[in-house]
């Protein structure tokens, strides 16, 4: 492999460490950075362009710039999305726990026990394994619903399961708010699928005493899965994450989903963040009262929020 083909592989990046172990001298690097084949980024650090970096691209030359590196939390997650939007914030990078390393601007330190073991190194750029990744940014969340959202998130785009997640949590008895988390974790594997269905389920449902809905099911005779179907009340519950509908087609799509839960005898409910995380109390009033008007004979509880 020569130089050229190996700062392909690297999104563009190369470490002085790597041309030399590929046979060039520092000699051959002076005249490359002369003639601006490369430029420095961070010191022993090169990118083969003279442009502004990408976010994949300074996340390549902070794991090379604390080589041996990998990607931590937020900044592992985002690599394993591959996004090309810039995720805001630093980059997080987690080092071998024995090392001092003074990182450059823009880049917070992680010290981790044996990072051979729970990072992938060979990985574009190295990052640490995914489970771990979820775990780590859910536990340094500043909010509640930052850390439901860092897990169901991850779960909803389908790079990890809770099972995955649940074995891995069984192993990292320091981590922060491990409590709530395997709460979290059971709650996703009843069906609860993003983190404002995980907030209908606890601060609607659960804290008020709402029969227990069914996740994502399917009406009989139709494709669709709805968000929480009330078998016995005839009731189904659509969770919207969305502010607004922007684009017709969306709101066309809902208004369709509601006829056909009609056709088959089915109510309704479509409820959004304000509902759930703002007023969840009374919107547990509403829905017991539909529910009983549907034959529900259940006793509304209040809980430590009610008026």
């Not at 003639?35 to 083969?48: C, Y």
């Not at 922060?176 to 449902?205: F, I, K, M, N, W």
Request: glycine letters at 8%; hydrophobic letters at 40%; charged letters at 30%.
């Amino acid at each position: 492999m020569d130089w050229e083909e190996l700062t392909r592989r690297q999104e563009g990046l190369v470490a002085r460490r790597q041309l030399l172990a590929l046979g060039l001298g520092d000699h051959d690097v002076r005249r490359m950075l002369r003639r601006r084949d490369l430029t420095a980024v961070h010191r022993g650090v090169f990118v083969a362009h003279t442009g502004p970096l990408s976010w994949r691209q300074r996340a390549w030359a902070a794991v090379l710039f604390l080589h041996p590196a990998a990607l931590w939390g937020p900044s592992a997650l985002a690599a394993e999305r591959s996004r090309s939007d810039s995720p805001p914030g630093p980059l997080h990078v987690a080092v071998d726990e024995l090392r001092r390393v003074d990182p450059p601007d823009g880049v917070v330190v992680h010290r981790v026990s044996r990072l051979a073991s729970v990072a992938r190194l060979q990985a574009s750029p190295p990052r640490m394994k995914i489970e771990l990744a979820v775990l780590d940014t859910a536990g340094a969340a500043r909010g509640e619903l930052d850390r439901i959202a860092a897990v169901t998130d991850a779960v909803q785009s389908r790079l990890v399961t809770p099972g995955r997640l649940r074995d891995a949590l069984e192993v990292r008895p320091k981590l922060r708010h491990r409590a709530h988390l395997r709460q979290l974790l059971r709650d996703l594997e009843l069906g609860t699928d993003s983190a404002l269905e995980h907030g209908y389920l606890v601060r609607v449902e659960r804290a008020h005493g709402l029969p227990v809905g069914q996740r994502q099911s399917r009406l009989v005779g139709q494709a669709e899965r709805r968000d929480v179907k009330y078998e016995g009340g005839r009731v189904v519950v659509e969770l919207d994450s969305r502010a607004y509908h922007s684009l017709a087609r969306e709101r066309y799509v809902d208004l369709e989903r509601d006829v056909t839960a009609a056709l088959a005898g089915f109510h309704t409910v479509r409820i959004g963040w304000g509902q759930v995380f703002h007023t969840p109390c009374r919107t547990a009033v509403h829905l017991a009262e539909l529910l009983r008007l549907r034959g529900w004979t259940g006793e509304l509880l209040r809980c430590d929020q009610c008026p």
